[in-house]
C-alpha cells in the first residue's frame, strides 16, 4: 500500500489539471460614489443654479468667444457635463434652438437603443426637456430649459472613456440626480 500511495498521488494530480484553461475575465473597478451635495454657481453668468460640488467649473473649450458656456468636469468619473446658454431674440429662434436641441438628441438614433422624452415645468417655472438615451451612445442625458422668450439653456453628459455604458451605470445614475437637481435650480437672471 505504502508503494502505491505515491502514484496514486500523482495519478490525482495529474487527473485534476487541465491543458484547456481560460484567463477569467477582466473585473470592474469598484466605484464609490459621494453622497449629493451642491453649492450655487458663482455669479456672473445670466443663469443661476445649484451644481455638484464635486465637478469643477471650466470654461468651454469648444467655443471660447462664448463666455456663457460652461462645462462641470467630474474630474473623479471621467465626466463632463456640458452647458450653453443662448439669448433668446424672437419666436424664432426659440424654435431653432428648440429644434437644433431636438436634432443634436435624434443624432444618437443610430446607437441608441431608446430614447425617452420627457416635458416638466420646473420649480421656477420654466419649461424643460429632458432626453435620456440607452445604448452604447456618447450622452446618455440632454436637457434644456427655458422661458420660451428670453433664456436658453441646454445641458448633456459626456464621458472621457470609451467604456462601456453598463459599467458606468452606476455613475450615469448619480451624474443624472445632479443633473436633474441643476434643472430644478435653474434661474435666469435679466442682465
Not at 49 to 58: A, F, G, I, P, Q
Not at 94 to 101: E, I, P, Q, V
Amino acid at each position: 500500500m505504502k508503494k502505491l500511495l505515491p502514484f496514486l498521488i500523482l495519478a490525482l494530480a495529474l487527473a485534476s489539471c487541465e491543458k484547456n484553461w481560460l484567463p477569467k475575465p477582466p473585473g470592474y473597478n469598484r466605484i464609490d460614489l459621494p453622497s449629493h451635495s451642491y453649492i450655487p454657481l458663482e455669479n456672473g453668468y445670466p443663469y443661476n443654479l445649484e451644481l455638484s460640488k464635486y465637478s469643477l467649473v471650466e470654461p468651454d473649450s469648444f467655443n471660447l468667444s462664448e463666455k456663457t458656456w460652461i462645462n462641470l468636469n467630474y474630474k473623479d468619473f471621467g465626466a463632463k457635463v456640458h452647458l450653453t446658454y443662448k439669448k433668446i431674440g424672437s419666436e424664432a429662434e426659440f424654435r431653432t434652438l428648440s429644434n437644433d436641441a431636438f436634432k443634436l438628441t435624434a443624432k444618437h438614433q443610430i446607437k441608441a437603443y431608446g430614447i425617452e422624452e420627457g416635458v416638466l415645468i420646473t420649480p421656477n417655472g420654466y419649461s424643460a426637456v429632458v432626453a435620456e438615451l440607452t445604448g452604447e451612445v456618447p450622452t446618455q442625458f440632454q436637457f434644456f430649459v427655458t422661458d420660451s422668450t428670453n433664456h436658453f439653456l441646454r445641458g448633456a453628459l459626456y464621458f472621457n472613456t470609451a467604456m462601456k455604458n453598463d459599467s458606468l451605470a452606476p455613475v450615469i445614475e448619480y451624474i443624472k440626480i445632479d443633473m436633474t437637481h441643476l434643472m430644478n435650480s435653474v434661474k435666469f437672471v435679466d442682465q
